[in-house]
C-alpha cells in the first residue's frame, strides 16, 4: 500500500515541478498547483507512516530506507513548491 501511495505521490510533484520553472510568477492556475502539492504530501506521509510501522519486521530493510529517503526527498520538494506558491508548510515533522 506505501509503495503504490509513492507512486501515486511522485507524479504529481513532477507535475508541480514542470510548471515551477524559474519564470514562474503567480496566476490563476496557483491553487490547482497547491491542491496537487497537498495531494502529494498528504500520500508520502501516509506512506512515510506505513514504512515506519513495518520497519522492523521488514525482511529488506535496506529498501525501506531508500524508500523514506524518497519520500524525505519528495517532502522537501513540496516545501520548496510550496514556499514558491507563497503558502506555508504544515507539516515540518
Excluded: C
Aim: no cysteine.
Amino acid at each position: 500500500w506505501a509503495a503504490s501511495l509513492l507512486r501515486e505521490a511522485v507524479p504529481l510533484l513532477n507535475e508541480v515541478a514542470e510548471q515551477l520553472t524559474p519564470d514562474w510568477q503567480p496566476g490563476p492556475n496557483t491553487h490547482v498547483l497547491s491542491a496537487k502539492l497537498s495531494r502529494a504530501i498528504l500520500k508520502l506521509r501516509q506512506a512515510r507512516e506505513l514504512y515506519r510501522r513495518r520497519f522492523l519486521e521488514a525482511p529488506d530493510k535496506g529498501l525501506i530506507e531508500d524508500r523514506m529517503s524518497t519520500i524525505a526527498d519528495g517532502l522537501k520538494a513540496a516545501q520548496t513548491g510550496l514556499e514558491r506558491l507563497g503558502g506555508v508548510p504544515q507539516w515540518r515533522r
